[in-house]
C-alpha cells in the first residue's frame, strides 16, 4: 500500500450531482511536488489491475458505482501566471473565477464567456468545454501533460489536442494528466450578454451535472427530451428539470441508480419516437 493513498474515501462531495459513493483509493494533488507521486500510484494500479481515473471539481461525471475498485485522483494544484497576452493556468485552477479575472484586464475579453462555467481547467480542456460561442480549443495555445505511465511530461499544442464537440485526445488517453494549460487572453468579443444572467434563467441550480447528452447535430437533446414528455419527470430522488429538459437534478437525496435509471429512460423514449441515439455527455465513471 502507497502511505499517500486515502482509502475508503467517501465522494459524496466531489460529484456536483451529490450522490453516494466511496472511493476504495484516493489521492488528492496539493502541491506540484505531488506530479511526481503519480507514475507510484500508476504502478501500484498496474500491479493491483486496478483503473485510475483522475478528477477535477466533479461537474461533469457520474459516480456509477457504490464502491469504485480503483484509484481516484483529484487535482487542486493551483498556480496562475500572466506573460504577456497569455495566461498560463493549472489544471486545477477554477475556470469560472479565472475568466473573471481575465475579464478584468481585457475588456470585452471572450474569456468572460467562461464566468459562471463551472469546474476546472483540467476538466475543461479535457472536455473542450465551452458555453455562449467560446470553447476551450479557442484559446488554448499549449497545455502541459504528465504521462503517468512512463513518468514523462508531453507538451502538446492545439493542433495536437485534436479538439471538437466536447471532445479532446485527453479523453482517448486515461494516462494522461494535465498540468497546466497557456491560453491567449486578448481575443474578444462583441456580444455583450451577461452569461450569469442567461444562465440564472434558462438553467436549474442544485446539484446536477449540467447538460446531461450531447446535442444530436442540428438538434438539441433538452428539445427532444421536452418533446416526448419527460420534462418533470422524477426517478426517486432525481428528476428531470422543469426549466431545461437537459439537466438532471439530484434535489431529493437521489442515488446513481436514479440518474442512470432516468438516463435509460430518456434514451428509449427519444429513440422510439426520433430514432435518434442520445449520447452522454457526463463521463460515466463505472467499475470494470
Ligand atoms: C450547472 C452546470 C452547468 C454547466 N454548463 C456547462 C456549459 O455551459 N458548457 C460545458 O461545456 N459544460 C458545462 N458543464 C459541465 C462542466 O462544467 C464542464 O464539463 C467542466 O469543464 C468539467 O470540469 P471538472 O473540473 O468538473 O471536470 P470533471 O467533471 O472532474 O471531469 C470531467 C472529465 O475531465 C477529465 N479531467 C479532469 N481533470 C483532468 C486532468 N487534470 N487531466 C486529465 N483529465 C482530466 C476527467 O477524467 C473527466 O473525464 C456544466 C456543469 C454544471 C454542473
Known sequence: MLPFLEENKDLLKYSSFHTPATARHFFELRDKSDIEKLPDISRFAQAHD???????SG???VFAFETFEGVIVRNMLKWVEYIQNTVRVAGGELVSPLSLQVSERQESSLFGKWIGLPGTVGGAVAGNAGC??????????????FDIGTGQYISLRNSELDFSYRHSLLKENPDWFLVDAIFRT????DDTTDPRTFRSGKQPGGFTCGSFFRNPPGDSAGRLIDQVG???????GVKISELHANFFVNDEKGTHK???????????????????????????????
Open 50 to 56: 486496478l483503473p485510475i481515473v483522475f478528477l477535477g
Open 59 to 61: 461537474t461533469n461525471v
Open 132 to 145: 455562449f460561442g467560446f470553447e476551450a480549443k479557442d484559446a488554448a495555445l499549449e497545455v502541459s501533460i
Open 186 to 189: 486578448d481575443l474578444v468579443s
Open 230 to 236: 419527460l420534462k418533470g419527470h422524477r426517478i426517486g
Open 258 to 288: 436514479d440518474i442512470l435509471a432516468l438516463r435509460d429512460l430518456a434514451k428509449q423514449k427519444v429513440r422510439e419516437m426520433f430514432g435518434v441515439e442520445l449520447q452522454e455527455e457526463a463521463r460515466i465513471i463505472e467499475n470494470r
